[in-house]
């Protein structure tokens, strides 16, 4: 990622912990592996006039072999309904696994992928994967999923429910109750999680 990039990114998260006051929306979501709590997900909405900023930050610790610590960060700026600015960070143990980042350069909107992906994504982008935890997607086909910096298929499975099918045969699904985010279940090859709402 270009050191002009990782300021931006930065300097995005500094503001959003700058403007989040008694005003912003918050949610907290305990992360569960075969029925125990190993983490939690801090999830923030905050509106400052035109624009609105999202960010999602989790910590947990599991083990697959042996035992690992994973952080994520995934921040998302809108301005108005469409989207400014993205990005989304993993670390596991320490150590980068995944990085991605999406900012506009003039009209363009320029995305850079760990580690060497850089392409423009051409068209606005309205629904991601964190607007989807305060708002119910209803009848959206395809979401942005910040982390593959590109739209996925979407599908409706039932009433306020769910599946974001993701690359690499990934599968998140979502459950809503009265258009409040509830659980997701993420299902992995080697795993799945739930991410249930406290």
């Not at 994967?129 to 708002?135: D, S």
Request: net charge positive; hydrophobic share 35%; with cysteine.
């Amino acid at each position: 990622m270009p050191k002009n990039s990782f300021r931006s990114w930065s300097f995005l998260i500094s503001l959003l912990y700058a403007t989040c006051g008694t005003n912003a929306q918050n949610a907290s979501y305990n992360i569960l592996k075969g029925g125990d709590v190993i983490g939690n997900i801090q999830a923030t909405r905050k509106v400052s006039g035109d624009r609105t900023y999202y960010s999602m930050i989790s910590n947990s610790e599991f083990s697959i072999l042996w035992k690992n610590t994973v952080q994520s960060t995934t921040i998302t700026e809108y301005h108005r309904k469409t989207i400014t600015s993205c990005g989304a960070h993993m670390r596991i143990n320490g150590e980068m696994r995944d990085s991605s980042r999406m900012t506009l350069v003039g009209a363009e909107a320029h995305c850079y992928v760990h580690p060497r992906n850089h392409f423009i994504h051409n068209g606005t982008v309205e629904w991601t994967t964190a607007r989807m935890y305060y708002e119910e997607p209803i009848g959206q086909p395809m979401i942005f999923v910040e982390s593959v910096m590109g739209y996925c298929p979407m599908e409706t499975t039932g009433k306020g429910t769910y599946k974001l099918t993701l690359p690499e045969g990934k599968v998140n699904h979502y459950t809503y109750v009265g258009g409040i985010l509830q659980e997701v279940l993420v299902i992995r090859s080697l795993f799945d999680l739930v991410f249930r709402r406290v």
